[in-house]
């Protein structure tokens, strides 16, 4: 049976990680497409060539998303603090140019009230030529200055005070 798989073999800590081939790029390209048009249609704002995995979670509910360009977000990541009523953003996720963001990534908003806070959003900053490896939470309301490299199953926590 030949199967057409994109998955690699998992390696030794059992992680699946999507094959580089050219026709995968080609569809997360197409895919951040597709996702760049309906961010902008809910309030958003988001440069160009986004590239976006398969099975990334959009909270535009309750987030506002500023995203500039060449942008590449992995597979199964959580985009969204959540928090807020219905239809009320709460949180600005924002990510500079030239930024990877790994597979599995999560935006964090459980030691934050966001109901609590005041009228104003609560901002997370991904600076420009940010790499962020897999499996990685930020809190929300975390600033990454540009140019940091975060290891993989790394929790990103804001200064608390």
Same mark, same amino acid.
């Given at each position: 049976?030949?199967? &057409?798989?994109?998955?690699?073999?998992?390696?030794?800590?059992?992680?699946?990680?999507?094959?580089?081939?050219?026709?995968?790029?080609?569809?997360?390209?197409? &895919?951040?497409?597709?996702?760049?048009?309906?961010?902008?249609?809910?309030?958003?704002?988001?440069?160009?060539?986004?590239?976006?995995?398969?099975?990334?979670?959009w909270?535009?509910?309750?987030?506002?998303?500023?995203?500039?360009?060449?942008?590449?977000?992995g597979?199964?990541?959580?985009?969204?603090?959540?928090?807020?009523?219905?239809?009320?953003? &709460?949180?600005?996720?924002?990510?500079?140019?030239?930024t990877?963001?790994?597979?599995?990534?999560?935006?964090?908003?459980?030691?934050?009230?966001l109901?609590?806070?005041?009228?104003?959003?609560?901002?997370?900053?991904?600076?420009a030529?940010?790499?962020?490896?897999? &499996?990685?939470?930020?809190?929300?309301?975390?600033?990454?200055?540009?140019?940091?490299?975060?290891?993989?199953?790394?929790?990103?926590?804001?200064?608390?005070?």
């Open positions: 049976m030949n199967a &057409r798989n994109d998955w690699n073999d998992t390696d030794r800590m059992g992680a699946l990680y999507e094959s580089l081939d050219a026709s995968a790029s080609a569809r997360n390209l197409e &895919r951040g497409e597709a996702i760049r048009a309906w961010l902008h249609q809910n309030g958003s704002r988001c440069g160009s060539r986004l590239s976006v995995g398969v099975g990334v979670i909270s535009v509910q309750h987030t506002r998303f500023e995203i500039g360009d060449d942008v590449t977000i597979s199964y990541s959580v985009m969204g603090g959540g928090g807020g009523k219905e239809g009320e953003s &709460r949180s600005l996720l924002r990510v500079g140019s030239r990877a963001i790994g597979h599995f990534f999560s935006l964090d908003s459980i030691a934050y009230d109901n609590a806070t005041p009228a104003e959003l609560v901002a997370t900053h991904i600076g030529e940010v790499t962020i490896g897999p &499996r990685v939470t930020v809190e929300v309301g975390t600033t990454i200055v540009n140019g940091v490299n975060i290891s993989g199953g790394s929790l990103v926590r804001r200064e608390h005070g």
